[in-house]
């Protein structure tokens, strides 16, 4: 027995077993894919499925359907606990920075910003878009700047946000020299302020 290769000895393992959560985070990026460059109206759930190598089944037995996986690739897309981790003396500055530089810098965000955008976009998904934005973009940006009107503050600089993204995406390329001192620094201002509030 010992002159046959181990790879002769070895038992087949048998079925290989499923992995629930590793096919349902697979459906979840597929979504947010297919969701961010087609749309809501044109993605399918076989579009989806194929692209995670899952079966439309596992679709509907995960989230429900189409809407159950959009909301959930809405959620997905929004990082509520990120914000507790910022620091505020250097956030607005970060900001700036990022919003003055690549477009390309970080595409997962871009494609992110892509996914939000088109979900605007659409008739049928702005109102789910809408009840994650309140409870997953600006909750949190709320209990992070805090204090008086915490909640108005909170929505001008989510406001500021998305327009400097908007901005960026069309852009398409980093700014440079005076316009791009001047940008970086009447965004620090823009957003310290609200941060002070």
Do not use: C
């Not at 596992?58 to 959620?75: M, Q, S, V």
């Not at 939000?116 to 934005?133: D, E, G, H, K, Y």
């Not at 001008?156 to 069309?170: C, D, F, M, T």
Request: glycine content about 8%; proline content about 5%.
């Amino acid at each position: 027995m010992n002159d046959v290769p181990a790879f002769v000895r070895t038992q087949p393992a048998g079925p290989r077993r499923r992995n629930a959560e590793a096919t349902r985070a697979a459906i979840l990026a597929a979504a947010k894919d297919q969701f961010a460059r087609l749309g809501y109206d044109s993605a399918t759930l076989r579009g989806i499925a194929g692209a995670a190598g899952a079966d439309v089944a596992l679709i509907k037995r995960y989230f429900g359907g189409k809407d159950g996986l959009f909301t959930e690739a809405l959620k997905a897309s929004f990082q509520p606990h990120r914000m507790a981790t910022l620091n505020r003396a250097t956030y607005a500055r970060e900001v700036a920075l990022a919003m003055a530089g690549d477009p390309h810098g970080d595409e997962e965000r871009t494609h992110v910003f892509r996914f939000l955008l088109r979900a605007a976009t659409s008739p049928t998904t702005l109102p789910l878009l809408n009840v994650a934005i309140q409870e997953r973009y600006l909750g949190p940006i709320r209990d992070w700047l805090g204090g008086d009107d915490a909640q108005a503050r909170a929505r001008v600089l989510a406001s500021i946000l998305i327009g400097l993204l908007v901005e960026r995406l069309i852009r398409d390329e980093p700014l440079a020299g005076r316009e791009r001192d001047v940008v970086i620094d009447r965004v620090t201002q823009a957003v310290d302020a609200l941060i002070a509030g």
